[in-house]
């Protein structure tokens, strides 16, 4: 199995730049050492990849992406984009089940943790999802919208919220739910969620709400790359993004879905993740990226995402950072990664620049490891089967 040395790497670690100048070794796909100095006892057997004038952070984890039935490509997309592990919230069983044997069997692809189905009700989201994605001939025609007007979808009562909640606690799982506004936020704070999946699109958080998501303990996963498809905002930061792609995989980024009301607006995801910041409650990166959808592309919306949050929530870029890697392996209990210490993962970005004090460079990626295998092509990498 390969061995690595990083030379002379700015070590972001997850929390703080801990090093301006460290040597990162890697083997059995494990971090083996970090020091100031050169190591003395390198052996002939190792690759030494040059780190000057770079940073070197932990691999990125996008806690919230759909891969469906497309895992090869989503996954191997996301790691080249320096995402090294998704977390799919929703997905068909035998998908879910394919994903996973991909990222058990191969290192050129992202890990992935699956919820496989979500539970719903009947008449209950994501019942328009399907539809969405349902080509067979009991297509009803009913159209995608994905935030309908409320007679449109049940909503599941509070003692059906709640034995969901208990009975994922039983198994010792995380229970996480897809909210989009204020009643819905407070229902699912109420039943006792581990993590609410999106942000609000109806108004700013009031102060009820940001003490109840305080009191609850539970963290918010924003997904605000994909409300500003379903509102139509940031056509401009998306095009910038899009700048390294080209045909119908940029011109898919530059697009958007509008799905949203005209009443929703991003702006009360921006004023939410705001607050919850300032309130200590824990904020983890996540995208709802999924295969083709409109002003999305897997693993590059994770770092317009992280933007979002610094030119638009007012998080620093070491906060932002924080959202995607420790903050993030620490709530979806991922306890060997999100880190560069000694014994954990070696799941590593390498970028051109500081990104702790510039979020625009992380699409800067030169290297991207996965269990100690280093990425041939990152980013911007033709995708093959
Ligand atoms: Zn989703």
């Known amino acids: 199995m390969a061995r690595h040395l990083i030379s002379s790497v700015r070590l972001f670690d997850g929390d703080s730049v801990s090093h301006e100048s460290a040597y990162v070794e890697i083997a059995e796909g494990i971090i083996i ?3 100031d100095e050169r190591p003395a006892d390198l052996r002939g057997d190792l690759t030494e990849i040059s780190g000057a004038g770079c940073t070197l952070l932990p691999g990125l984890i996008d806690g919230h992406v759909h891969v469906y039935n497309q895992a090869r490509e989503c996954l191997g997309q996301s790691l080249a984009y320096g ?5 799919d919230l929703h997905n068909e069983a035998p998908w879910a089940e394919e994903a996973k044997r991909l990222a058990r069997e191969r290192n050129d692809v992202a890990d992935i943790l699956s919820s496989f189905n979500s539970a719903t009700i009947p008449r209950g989201w994501p019942r328009n999802v399907f539809l969405s994605l349902d080509s067979s001939d009991e297509e009803t ?3 995608f919208n994905l935030v309908p007007e409320e007679e449109l979808l049940n909503t599941p009562s509070m003692i059906v919220q709640q034995t969901l909640v208990e009975s994922a606690h039983r198994h010792s799982v995380l229970a996480v739910a897809h909210a989009m506004n204020h009643s819905d936020t407070h229902a699912v704070l109420q039943a006792g969620v581990d993590a609410v999946v999106h942000s609000l699109m109806d108004k700013p958080p009031t102060t009820e709400l940001i003490a109840a998501f305080k009191d609850s303990g539970a963290f918010v996963v924003p997904t605000l790359t994909v409300t500003a498809s379903n509102t139509g905002a940031e056509a401009e930061s998306r095009a910038r993004f899009a700048d390294g792609l080209a045909g119908l995989q940029k011109e898919n980024l530059c697009a958007c879905t509008r799905y949203a009301r005209t009443s929703q607006s991003i702006q009360a ?4 993740v705001r607050a919850l910041q300032a309130a200590g409650v824990d904020i983890v990166c996540g995208t709802d990226a999924s295969p083709g959808f409109a002003g999305m592309h897997i693993g590059l919306s994770l770092h317009h995402e992280l933007w979002l949050y610094v030119h638009r929530c007012g998080m620093s870029p070491m906060e932002a950072l924080k959202t995607t890697t420790s903050v993030s392996a620490r709530r979806w209990r991922l306890l060997d990664r999100g880190q560069i210490a000694v014994g954990k993962k070696a799941d590593l970005v390498l970028v051109r620049g500081d ?3 510039d979020i625009g460079v992380t699409t800067n990626i ?17 995708l093959t089967a």
């Open 33 to 35: 050492g970090i020091t």
């Open 366 to 382: 030169v290297g991207v490891w996965r269990n100690g295998d280093r990425m041939l092509h990152p980013q911007y990498a033709p």
């Open 141 to 143: 025609g009913e159209g």
């Open 355 to 357: 990104p702790t004090k």
């Open 83 to 87: 995402v090294t592990t998704v977390i």
């Open 269 to 272: 995801g921006y004023d939410q």
